[in-house]
């Protein structure tokens, strides 16, 4: 079975600081590792992937994630948040020999002017 | 950009009454997937579809849903007899054939059930 964890509900930052949304996951063998954000009354849309290779990952809008084995963990950054970058962020995790994703409970990330 | 296209948007239905969502999958994307998200839960996987049959279901996927792709275009998601709990978020979802390819999620179709 897989699973993904994401322990914050909720992460509130100041626009232009550092933004850092935790997920750590739980799958037989190889991990392959999504980002995606949900904005209102959207679909899910694709930020970054970790398939194999470097641990940092760099995806749209300026955000990266970093693979961590050790730690089955794939944090989700980016450098100086954007008030538009407030929305809902899942991790999703794929086993290599399956067809589908489990998700994270979502994270609630508000950007304040 | 090639997107996944859901409609409709928003669908209303009795309880008992059959509906069909519909999904247009990317043109040449091989696996489509159909998954929901209940008000405030995660979203959760339904059923996964490749070379015209079933992959792979989840313990939801009863049978009263069932999965189509009729004209080699369009992918649908039928629940026959719908319930107050199958209210919720469905997304369908594509993918190209290789292993490492991301799926693609469209925006969305929400059933009520009342």
């Known amino acids: 079975a897989q699973s993904v964890a994401q322990p914050e509900d909720q992460v509130n930052v100041a626009e232009g600081n550092p933004l850092t949304v935790k997920c750590t996951y739980s799958?037989?063998?190889?991990?392959?590792l999504f980002w995606y954000v949900q904005y209102p009354n959207r679909g899910l849309q694709f930020l970054l992937k970790?398939?194999?290779?470097?641990?940092l990952v760099k995806g749209s809008y300026g955000f990266e994630a970093e693979f961590n084995k050790s730690q089955t963990s794939f944090h989700l950054k980016k450098p100086s948040a954007l008030v538009s970058d407030s929305a809902l962020y899942f991790c999703?995790?794929?086993?290599?020999?399956?067809?589908?994703?489990?998700f994270g409970a979502g994270t609630t990330v508000t950007v304040r002017a | 950009e090639p997107e996944v296209t859901q409609t409709p948007s928003h669908q209303v239905t009795q309880m008992g009454q059959e509906v069909i969502l519909r999904c247009v999958p990317i043109?040449?994307?091989?696996?489509f997937y159909w998954y929901r998200q209940i008000l405030g839960q995660k979203v959760e996987f339904l059923v996964s579809?490749?070379?015209?049959?079933?992959?792979?279901k989840s313990e939801i996927f009863d049978d009263q849903f069932s999965v189509e792709r009729p004209d080699g275009s369009n992918f649908t998601l039928k629940i026959r007899s719908t319930k107050l709990e199958d209210s919720a978020m469905y997304f369908c979802?594509?993918?190209?054939?290789?292993?490492?390819?991301?799926?693609?999620f469209g925006q969305g179709t929400r059933l009520t059930v009342v």
């Open positions: 979802a594509s993918r190209q054939g290789a292993v490492t390819t991301e799926a693609f």
């Open positions: 799958v037989s063998g190889n991990p392959y």
């Open positions: 970790y398939i194999t290779g470097d641990n």
């Open positions: 999703a995790v794929r086993a290599v020999n399956d067809y589908k994703l489990s």
């Open positions: 043109s040449n994307h091989l696996y």
């Open positions: 579809f490749y070379n015209n049959e079933i992959s792979e």
